[in-house]
């Protein structure tokens, strides 16, 4: 009951992320490019005085990037002492998680196919549940560097 | 009285190990005043301190070896390897009873005499011992250690990372206040603050660190008494890179190194005798090297000695039902020895007390391992063993340099850096080989990449203007990367990146600069890897050979190996070389006779090296010699390498071409004189 939920859009989806790995919301101000990383990483930027490394989630996805944006929002995670921002389009809301995710009954995106946990109901409506370290891993195929 | 004692132990304690590598210097050189002076202050502080405490042995252990040594100073004896023996024995004996009173033992029951009578083993008679200069008491506390306490590492990490918080705060705020339009009234206070900031950032950095010496410090010694013991000859050459090292970590890399050194020294390097037999210097080489990257300690252990005998291995391997023998077919150099590593397995013939035989280098990987780290091992037969030992580091600062290259910013670890030039023409000269770049600085050729080329960045700087960042990789190669701008030289905390970025190989960690901007930090072995620029522990450990044979007389010449059209390599002084190009087959004439011309800059030049063949692509690859009056131009089909020669071993065959050793095999040699004659000869044929 404890648990909670980050609902994200991204490409005009919901999705959910869970809070508990969660260190903060932020504004990306300056991202460093980073030469022959994997197309969805896309950079490194500063939180304080740690590094992030910056993940787009569109691409990580396999969607279409987003038109216009004017300054990157990131999901701030953090996995095994490291710093992730994951780059989304929008950020709506914290819903209570209960329950697990449920298996998804159709094919969907390969790249959310990827990525996604399940699927939760939520008080905003159905969601995908996004796995973080799978957004973080990227497409299968890489760029050969 | 008990803290009086404590500290006595402690300061003794620290002062045997300084004083460890300082013995051997000495007996290498007992003209060094230096080092004389150091051992003396410590047997004249160990003799100094009895007075308080009531060590009778530690007296007059102290008290022999301080007059003894004495005499050396006041140049009434000589420092013989007979005096130096015993004066290590007594340093040895001194440190039994220390540690003996630090554990609260009872002192080990041996007989100082005789150590203090083999003093005077030369013979000499034994001159009154003079009263040694009395040290002043400023000068004793300046050798004593300060006292220390401990602390548990979770909280040093979280102080470090509030500094570091705090300087971008810090940042912040001057970012702001320079936004205000006049007087704030706040510049004072506020550069009273930046400037205990920096203070604080530096004494805090500092605090988990110690210099790796203090890990090496004791391996001269170690490597004397081994040699002694087996009947070898050892130089050992440590350079220690500034690298500093997490205090935690000297402790857990300190016995798998113990037993590297051991087992190069023992098993590695040969008797004297075999050395000989085998025409290599009699004393053998051992170098141990430490370079620090961003989420890396690398340190180094090379051996010039009779290598690893991977076939034994293999062979072993499969006898004990290891490997399969189709397994054993598909591993590479590197996985071959790394069997040197499986429990029980080991070439050496016979097991000797120092290093044992198959025990250890399991043990020795499993530590290494345990603590994230790697063991490489490259040998080849006959010529030595590098074993490369990767140690990991969760926090360091790296002392670097910020590069740039297009708008882009990297850090490079300061201890590869050997040197930077400028493409100023005249400190050094750029060629292109093979379409590679090579940059001449005093006469050394070094290949050369553009960082932009291996990260697929834009350069923004015109070539002229580009910096060389000379870069001496861990084996001792070295190789030059240009950029565009070199930023800073600054200390870097530098962070583990994350492991999707780390899996690109080219980087090693993060780190910030001071406005707070998030910088990579290059895997310097990863690009020269990923540019082709580490070569063979072979070549390297050939040519060190050489320049330690005759350091003096010898001067080696570069030569351009190359492979000509009729499948033989041939060999060309680089120096006769005017260029080296490519050019259409278009411009290629050949006579029915052989000759053949070809169009350079609009004029005909005779070419030769095509050995009747006209090459089918679009392109021959050609080099040219001579000059602009007498010119003539090479074909040939591949280059091989660049190699040194030396000039003193060319002969000349009885057919008159002069012949050169490279790499065991005669080549032939060409100059731009013996070219051009032949370029004559065969022009003079076709008219």
């Known amino acids: ?145 | 009285m008990d803290d009086l004692l404590a500290e006595f132990i402690a300061e003794s304690r620290d002062m045997l190990e300084a004083l460890s590598g300082e013995v051997v210097a000495w007996e290498a050189d007992p003209s060094d005043r230096a080092r004389l002076d150091a051992i003396f202050r410590f047997v004249h502080t160990v003799k100094g301190n009895c007075g308080f405490f009531e060590f009778p042995r530690l007296e007059a252990l102290s008290h022999a070896a301080e007059d003894a040594l004495a005499d050396v100073r006041a140049e009434r004896r000589r420092a013989d390897p007979s005096l130096v023996t015993a004066v290590l024995a007594i340093i040895d004996r001194i440190a039994e009873i220390v540690e003996a009173i630090g554990d609260g033992r009872e002192e080990p029951a041996t007989d100082d005499a005789p150590l203090i009578a083999a003093l005077d083993g030369s013979g000499e008679e034994a001159a009154p011992a003079p009263a040694a200069p009395a040290m002043s008491p400023a000068q004793k506390r300046q050798s004593a250690t300060p006292r220390t306490i401990r602390l548990p590492v979770e909280l040093l990490d979280r102080v470090m990372s509030g500094v570091s918080d705090m300087a971008v705060a810090r940042n912040d705020l001057s970012r702001r206040l320079a936004q205000h339009e006049g007087e704030t009234g706040l510049e004072a206070p506020f550069n009273r603050l930046s400037a205990i900031l920096a203070d604080l950032r530096e004494a805090i950095t500092r605090i988990r660190m110690q210099r790796i010496d203090t890990l090496f410090s004791g391996f001269p010694r170690m490597v004397r008494d081994l040699s002694h013991e087996l009947g070898k000859q050892v130089m050992v050459e440590i350079e220690s890179g500034d690298v500093e090292i997490d205090r935690e970590m000297i402790e857990v890399v300190r016995d798998p190194l113990v037993h590297l050194i051991r087992n190069a020294v023992d098993h590695g390097i040969e008797t004297p005798a075999d050395r000989r037999a085998a025409g290599k210097r009699e004393i053998g080489l051992l170098q141990i090297s430490a370079r620090q990257t961003g989420s890396e300690i690398r340190i180094g252990i090379v051996d010039d000695g009779k290598g690893i005998d991977g076939d034994k291995l293999v062979a072993k391997a499969v006898a004990s039902g290891l490997l399969s023998a189709e397994e054993a077919k598909l591993l590479n150099a590197r996985e071959r020895n790394a069997l040197i590593c499986e429990p029980g397995l080991s070439t050496a013939k016979e097991v000797t007390a120092v290093s044992g035989r198959g025990v250890g280098m399991d043990v020795v990987r499993a530590n290494i391992e345990k603590i994230g780290g790697s063991l490489m091992i490259d040998s080849t037969p006959g010529s030595g063993t590098r074993m490369m030992l990767n140690i990991p580091l969760t926090l360091s600062i790296v002392p670097s340099l910020t590069i740039g290259v297009g708008k882009q910013v990297f850090a490079i670890p300061r201890s590869y850096v050997e040197e930077i030039v400028r493409n100023s023409g005249e400190e050094m000269d750029s060629t292109q080989i093979g379409g590679r770049e090579f940059i001449t600085v005093r006469g050394q050729r070094i290949a050369c990449v553009g960082l932009e080329e291996i990260l697929g960045v834009e350069s923004t700087c015109p070539p002229e203007a580009r910096l060389y960042v000379l870069i001496r990789l861990v084996g001792g190669d070295i190789f030059g990367l240009a950029v565009d701008a070199i930023h800073n030289h600054e200390e870097l905390v530098v962070k583990p990146i994350a492991p999707v970025l780390m899996a690109c190989g080219f980087y090693v960690g993060t780190t910030q600069l001071d406005d707070g901007s998030p910088v990579p930090m290059l895997d310097v072995s990863g690009v020269a890897r990923s540019a082709g620029m580490i070569r063979e522990v072979k070549d390297r450990s050939l040519r060190k050979e050489r320049r330690h044979e005759r350091p003096d007389e010898r001067v080696l010449v570069p030569a351009l190996l190359f492979r000509g059209f009729d499948g033989s390599e041939r060999a060309v002084e680089m120096d006769s070389v005017r260029r080296i190009e490519k050019l259409p087959t278009d411009s290629l004439r050949t006579a029915a006779d052989g000759t053949a011309q070809i169009v350079i800059d609009g004029r005909i030049v005779p070419l030769v090296g095509l050995a009747g063949e006209r090459p089918e692509s679009g392109e021959i690859n050609l080099f040219r010699v001579g000059n602009d009056r007498a010119e003539l131009a090479y074909a040939y089909a591949s280059i091989v390498d660049l190699y040194e020669f030396d000039p003193a071993d060319v002969v000349t065959s009885q057919g008159g071409q002069r012949l050169t050793l490279i790499d065991g095999r005669p080549v032939e040699l060409f100059d731009a004189t013996t070219l051009l004659a032949d370029g004559a000869a065969l022009s003079g044929a076709e008219a």
């Open chain 1, 1 to 145: 009951m404890d648990q909670s939920l980050l609902l994200v859009s991204i490409g005009g989806e919901l999705a959910g992320i869970d809070s508990a790995i969660i260190r903060s919301v932020v504004e990306l101000e300056a991202i460093t490019p980073v030469p022959r990383a994997p197309d969805h990483i896309a950079g490194l930027a500063a939180l304080r005085s740690r590094a992030m490394t910056v993940v787009d989630c569109r691409r990580s996805l396999e969607l279409p990037p987003l038109e216009g944006a004017a300054k990157a929002l990131a999901v701030v995670v953090e996995i095994d002492e490291f710093l992730y921002a994951l780059v989304v389009d929008a950020v709506e809301e914290v819903v209570p998680l209960d329950g697990d995710p449920a298996e998804v009954r159709a094919d969907l995106l390969p790249g959310w196919t990827r990525a996604a946990l399940g699927m939760i109901e939520t008080s905003a409506g159905p969601a995908l549940m996004l796995d973080p370290a799978r957004l973080i891993q990227g497409p299968a195929k890489r760029e050969a560097a």
